[in-house]
């Protein structure tokens, strides 16, 4: 087999939409876990629901209503255009907006259950000496929920890399733009290409491996060191 | 001068009740709060920290900390407080526990000096044992030299032996930085080593405002020697009856005629009194 003219595009382009998320999704989900798990609003039950959404609806309802949602037909995705000439479906943002939705829940959750583990008296220390709500999540929270903080980076990362559907149907699969490594697996497969989707499909298969390998190694040895189980 | 009246609606074991108290308190006192467990002990505690709402007023020296339903928020009292599970920050060195209250290194090793803590400053909590633990507690507690210390049970997970060590650190630290301290306890022996006023709560009221001597000792009248304890078993022997009575961690022996042990049931609070003999001490 002749690897030396094998496509790294989709790769790349796998790779750099999970990092964007990844990064978007941690700085909105960081400040909405917290809240979700110090509050006792009735809103909260409420909130969960929609957060988690994505984890049971198909990718393609997901996607669909994106599609709805953002294209030029519709008055948010013409406002887009219009103002800022920027088209929100089939390119590259519109994948990282998709993706933001899809994967949310999974870097919510993890975060939340970390929060939510946390001794409240020790928040409260932090409290009484002084230290502000952000302050205290910044510093005595975040440090002290790594595993699940950890667990939370990877699985969104991970779950981004490894989506289809949703990308599918907002982003098209145009070359260099929007077609991720397992949209370009399909493709090979649909042209009956069994020789790449099966280089590309081991690729996936091994990072991956390995990636959630490093995580539960990691997160044995952290909760060895400071006696969290 | 502390002077807090306040009220607050609770959840009781025994369905509402009000916590109501109108108390004043004395700069560098120490104060034990003390009573059955839902009597409202820890929730006073925790409006005067600011970590539980409440209606009324409480100023300490002149600041307000609370008017009717507006509460100044924890972080602006400048307190200290101690709880029960230690609450250590699991992430730092014990010096970076105290440091993360007020960058004072100074003061920082003076504490751990004081209680002979100096040489762990550099473990992370997860390494020390809880008395160690409770130690840097209540180094931190101090590190914002707070008008006032509160302390939730502190030593009530410890053993008997390191309570004692403890109730000497936290007596020493208190004359040292002349703080007011509040303290949540059961123990009546704890009480007495450390309070110098008792406020009794029963059902959200303080019913007892007085020293621990009065509080707590149990002799009345003529009679010379009374222990609180538990009747755990009354046997039946021949003609007599013998109850077992635990007293603390000791069990004793009483004879009963039959008369007082059909009135007696198993389970209750019971006195136990002499008045015949004078007790000894030996060691």
């Given at each position: ?229 | ?108 090793t003076k504490l751990l000096e004081m209680t002979h803590m100096l040489e762990l400053k550099d473990r992370l ?159």
């Amino acid at each position: 087999m002749d690897f030396s003219n094998l496509d790294f595009e989709p790769f790349y382009l796998s790779f750099k939409l999970a990092a964007v998320t990844t990064f978007i999704l941690f700085l909105i989900a960081v400040p909405f876990a917290w809240w979700l798990s110090q509050t006792k609003s009735k809103s909260k039950p409420f909130l969960e629901a929609v957060s988690s959404l994505p984890i049971v609806l198909p990718p393609s309802v997901i996607g669909f209503y994106i599609l709805f949602t953002l294209s030029y037909n519709s008055p948010i995705g013409a406002f887009f255009e219009e103002t800022f000439g920027i088209k929100l479906v089939f390119n590259f943002t519109g994948l990282v907006i998709a993706s933001c939705f899809y994967s949310f829940p999974f870097m919510v959750q993890p975060l939340q259950g970390g929060f939510e583990t946390l001794n409240k008296n020790m928040l409260e220390a932090s409290y009484v000496a002084g230290k502000s709500k952000f302050q205290t999540l910044v510093l005595v929270a975040l440090p002290n929920i790594k595993p699940a903080l950890l667990t939370a980076l990877i699985v969104t990362f991970a779950h981004t890399v490894g989506e289809f559907g949703v990308v599918l149907m907002v982003g098209g699969s145009i070359p260099g733009e929007t077609k991720v490594a397992s949209v370009a697996i399909y493709e090979f497969v649909e042209i009956l290409d069994y020789s790449q989707a099966h280089v590309y499909s081991a690729i996936m298969l091994v990072m991956s491996f390995f990636v959630l390998l490093g995580v539960y190694i990691f997160n044995q040895h952290h909760s060895k060191r400071i006696g969290i189980s | 001068m502390i002077n807090i009246n306040i009220r607050k609606e609770l959840l009781g074991s025994s369905g509402k009740m009000d916590l109501e108290v109108d108390i004043k308190i004395e700069e560098g006192s120490f104060v034990a709060l003390a009573g059955e467990s839902g009597s409202g002990k820890t929730t006073l505690l925790r409006i005067l920290a600011g970590l539980e709402k409440a209606e009324g007023k409480i100023t300490v020296n002149e600041a307000l900390w609370l008017e009717g339903k507006q509460s100044l928020a924890t972080q602006k009292r400048g307190i200290g407080f101690v709880f029960q599970d230690y609450a250590l920050f699991p992430n730092m060195s014990v010096e970076k526990n105290l440091l993360f209250v007020k960058k004072d290194r100074t003061l920082a090793t003076k504490l751990l000096e004081m209680t002979h803590m100096l040489e762990l400053k550099d473990r992370l909590p997860l390494s020390l044992s809880g008395g160690q633990k409770q130690r840097v507690a209540l180094c931190r507690a101090l590190m914002n030299k707070p008008s006032i210390l509160l302390l939730d049970e502190p030593l009530s997970a410890l053993d008997p032996s390191m309570r004692t060590k403890l109730q000497h650190d936290i007596l020493k630290l208190h004359k040292e930085f002349g703080t007011t301290t509040i303290m949540v306890s059961h123990d009546p022996s704890e009480i007495y080593r450390l309070a110098d006023r008792v406020l009794m709560l029963e059902q959200g009221k303080v019913v007892q405002d007085t020293n621990a001597k009065d509080a707590f000792l149990k002799t009345r009248g003529s009679q010379k020697f009374s222990l609180q304890g538990e009747l755990l078993e009354i046997i039946e022997a021949d003609i007599l009856y013998i109850a077992i009575v635990a007293i603390g961690q000791q069990l004793v022996e009483v004879v009963l005629d039959e008369k007082e042990a059909k009135s007696l049931k198993v389970g209750q609070s019971v006195q136990v009194n002499t008045k015949a003999f004078a007790p000894s001490l030996s060691q």
